[in-house]
T-cell receptor, first 110, second 114 residues
Framework: GQNIDQPTEMTATEGAIVQINCTYQ??????LFWYQQHAGEAPTFLSY????GLEEKGRFSSFLSRSKGYSYLLLKELQMKDSASYLC???????????FGKGTRLHILP | DAGVTQSPTHLIKTRGQQVTLRCSPK?????VSWYQQALGQGPQFIFQ???????QRGNFPDRFSGHQFPNYSSELNVNALLLGDSALYLC?????????????FGQGTRLTVV
């Protein structure tokens, strides 16, 4: 089966850095995604990792360790608009499904 | 490019009724997945359609069924609605299984069962 764990909520300050962790267990692995979802809106794609290491895209970076079943999303220079839920999702290479975690609600304080 | 479009955006149904939700994938995409997202939860995988066939299915009862048309658009049908079916239903389209491409989501249909 598949299981994805991420913290339920986090709080950070505008201008700071925050790291959102995700651990997963999956039968077969074919990539890990991070999505951002503002309240009442659809998830929007942030990043994709399939090999170990760090992928940087502007203020956002995502890291993957396949041997540890671990990923994190790093957000730098936080802005108020970054207040949202961040969803970690894993694709299985057995059945190609993308399974989502429950999401981490990030609150940004001024 | 219109991206993924879903209709309707909001819907209120009575317990026991049937509902059909619609999704048009992003231009060029051939795979459509449906998700149910309860308030405060992550999206739960319902099923995926590729080449007009259901390819994968999550842990949802047979009351949930779907269809994909030759133009890759898709429908989600839910029969005998329960109060617990109230949720945001998301459609995601992607291109070509196995290539690790991201899924693009529509804005969702907010279904309320009363």
């Amino acid at each position: 089966g598949q299981n994805i764990d991420q913290p339920t909520e986090m709080t950070a300050t505008e201008g700071a850095i925050v790291q959102i962790n995700c651990t997963y267990q999956t039968s077969g692995f074919n990539g890990l995604f991070w999505y951002q979802q503002h309240a009442g809106e659809a998830p929007t794609f942030l990043s994709y990792n399939v090999l170990d290491g760090l992928e940087e895209k502007g203020r956002f970076s995502s890291f993957l360790s396949r041997s540890k079943g671990y990923s994190y999303l790093l957000l730098k220079e936080l802005q108020m608009k970054d207040s949202a839920s961040y969803l970690c999702a894993v694709r299985s290479n057995r059945d190609d499904k993308i399974i989502f975690g429950k999401g981490t609600r990030l609150h940004i304080l001024p | 490019d219109a991206g993924v479009t879903q209709s309707p955006t909001h819907l209120i149904k009575t317990r026991g009724q049937q509902v059909t939700l619609r999704c048009s994938p992003k231009s060029g995409h051939d795979t459509v997945s449906w998700y149910q997202q309860a308030l405060g939860q992550g999206p739960q995988f319902i099923f995926q359609y590729y080449e007009e066939e259901e390819r994968q299915r999550g842990n949802f009862p047979d009351r949930f069924s779907g269809h994909q048309f030759p133009n890759y658009s898709s429908e989600l049908n839910v029969n005998a609605l329960l109060l617990g079916d109230s949720a945001l239903y998301l459609c995601a389209s992607s291109l070509d299984r196995g290539l690790g491409t991201e899924a693009f989501f529509g804005q969702g249909t907010r279904l309320t069962v009363v």
